[in-house]
Structure formats: C-alpha cells, structure tokens
C-alpha cells in the first residue's frame, strides 16, 4: 500500500470514506488533488492529499458543491470545516422548533386541492397525514364526510372532470378500507351488515357507514357493492347482524331500488333495524316510510340513531 509516504488509492478509500470513482472525478474534474504516478502509472496520493480528500468530503456532507470548494487550499478547506462542525454542535443544542400544528380545515383544503389537482399521491399523504393528527371520528366527520359532499357537489355542477371524481372516489376507497381492516372489537359487539343494492357501485359511502359504526361500537360487516336484495338478506341471516345499512349514491331507472327495498325488508324480518343513506336516498322517503327503513341524512344522525339503538337493546 505504502511507497516513501505515497499512498496507493484503495489505501485512499478506506482513509476518507470515498469511492474510487468519486476520488478520480474530483481530481480529473476539479483539480481537487494531483497524485503522482507509479512507474507503471498508477496514481500515488500523499498524506496531504489524504487530508484535503477527507476535508472535502467533510465539507461536502454539510450541504456545499464541489465546484465551490475545490479550489479553496488545505489551510481554508480546514477553516471551512471548522466552521461547519461548530454550526451543527449549535444546532443539535439548539430547541427544536415545532411546526404548527395542521388544523381539521387545513386537511380538508389539502385534499381537496389534491383532488383538483388530480394528484392521488399527493391525496394519499394528506389522508395520511390527517389520521395521525385527527381522530377517527373527526376524520370520518370533518374530512371524509364535507369532502366526499364538496366533490359531489363541483361534479354535478361540471366543475370538476369525471377523472377527478374517478381518482378521488379511488384514493378514498383505499384508504376507508385500510381504516376499517384496522378495526378491532370486541366479539361481543353487536353486528351491523352494510352493503349497497343492485346497480350500486359506488361504496365510498357505505365504508364511511361501517367505519362509524365501528366508532360506536357495532362490528361492522362490509359485503361490497351491487348486491341484489336475497344476497344481502343472506349476509344478514348468516352473521346474526342486529341492523343492516344500505348506501344508494345515485339513482339508475333501469334497477328500481322500490322493488329492492320492499324486499329487503321482506326478507330480512322486521326484527333488523335497516338505515338507507346516500344522496339518491332522499328519493325513496315514502317507500321507506311504508317498510319501517330509517333514512339517513348524515353522519351524526346515523351516529344518534346506532347509539339509541344499542340503549334499546342493551
């Protein structure tokens, strides 16, 4: 390795912490050393050149380019390096300053500028970011619900491209099922089916359903969507479900929900209680009237009549 104090450059490597390639760019590049060479023309590094080598890798790793401090002598690369280690000894003394603390309004204008933006990854981290600081139930109320209602409502007026309401519907429907797979309960919790009826597909608010549910303390049991009203009625029987909550977000002429709604409660007995939300709901009043079905209208209604339900029964 050693020849008269001349170092050969793997010695150099294991010295500095640089690679071979590093070391030959730097010198090639920025005259940040000039080896001498070996009979055979093999580069031969002094330990001055050792010492600029780690000096400059010292300096880089704080944040400056190569470029800038190439041309700096070893008396200079050694003040600037000083001056460096000082700064970073203040600052791990220094108290760490905290960010301010992300209010419920600033998660809900990050997601919705998310969705206007049509970037899912950027939706995504905002969901993130809002479940570590909120709680379930403020995420569940004061984003997931205002949201889901301001896409509807920007789509419908032709603010908002179908893609958007697409990728938004998407990011969301994976993100409430991460939340409701993470859902534990005791086995002696009672049982809620949710699911949406035929030509259904939209389940964004069924899983915001089971997820309250799961708040206050139903096992919810989640089947999908677009099930017809004997599937859903068998669910129902098989699980021993308590309460059954069905999500009908639009309305389709070619399935009529009367028909699936009278049979649902034909087929699941009078003893189930069955909530019927979404935003086509309002629709069916009447008909839901006439087979004893609550209509939901929101989230904190849903919430009042779960709780007044278990009182009952407990």
Same mark, same amino acid.
């Given at each position: ?35 001498t060479r070996s009979p055979?023309?093999? #580069?031969?590094?002094?330990?001055? +050149? ?9 300096? %880089?790793?704080? *944040?400056?380019?190569?470029? =800038? ?10 003040? !600037? ?23 419920? +309004? ?9 969705? !206007? ?9 905002s969901y993130d970011q ?25 789509? =419908? ?13 998407? &990011? %969301?429907? &994976? ?7 993470? &859902? ?20 964004? *608010? ?28 068998a669910g129902v029987k =098989?699980?021993?479900? #308590?309460?059954?909550?069905? @999500? ?10 009367? +028909?699936?709604?009278?049979? !649902?409660?034909?087929?699941? *007995? +009078? ?7 979404? =935003? ?22 849903? @919430? ?5 339900? !278990?009182?009952?029964?407990?």
């Open positions: 390795m050693q020849n008269k104090n001349l170092y050969a450059i793997r010695y150099v490597v294991r010295r500095t912490g640089l690679t071979p390639h590093v070391i030959r760019a730097w010198e090639k590049r920025y005259g940040a050393v000039v080896p055979k023309n093999r #580069r031969l590094y002094c330990e001055g +050149d050792v010492r600029r080598l780690q000096l400059l890798k010292e300096i %880089t790793d704080a *944040g400056h380019t190569i470029s =800038q401090v190439a041309p700096l002598d070893t008396a200079e690369l050694l003040e !600037l390096a000083q001056r460096e280690r000082l700064a970073l000894s203040a600052a791990k003394k220094a108290p760490i300053e905290r960010l301010p603390q992300q209010t419920d +309004d600033d998660h809900y204008e990050a997601c919705l500028a998310a969705v !206007l933006n049509l970037d899912p990854y950027k939706l995504e981290r809002a479940a570590i600081s909120m709680t379930r139930s403020a995420l569940l109320r004061k984003l997931i619900a205002p949201l889901l209602e301001e896409i509807g409502r920007l789509w =419908q007026s032709g603010s908002l491209k179908i893609i958007n309401e697409h990728m938004a519907t998407s &990011v %969301t429907r &994976v993100f409430l099922s991460n939340l409701l797979r993470a &859902v534990k309960l005791p086995d002696l919790a009672p049982i809620m089916v949710i699911a949406t009826p035929v030509g259904q597909w939209h389940d964004v *608010g069924a899983l915001t359903v089971a997820l309250t549910a799961a708040e206050i303390g139903w096992h919810p049991v989640y089947y999908g969507p677009n099930l017809p009203a004997e599937e859903i009625a =098989q699980s021993g479900a #308590r309460a059954l909550a069905i @999500s009908i977000t639009h309305l389709l002429h070619q399935h009529p929900f009367t +028909d699936e709604l009278r049979k !649902l409660r034909r087929y699941v *007995g +009078d003893d189930v209680a069955l909530f019927v939300g979404g =935003q086509a709901a309002g629709d069916h009043v009447p008909v839901l009237q006439e087979i004893n079905a609550k209509y939901v209208k929101n989230i904190d209604q849903f @919430s009042e009549e779960l709780n007044s339900l !278990l009182l009952t029964n407990n």
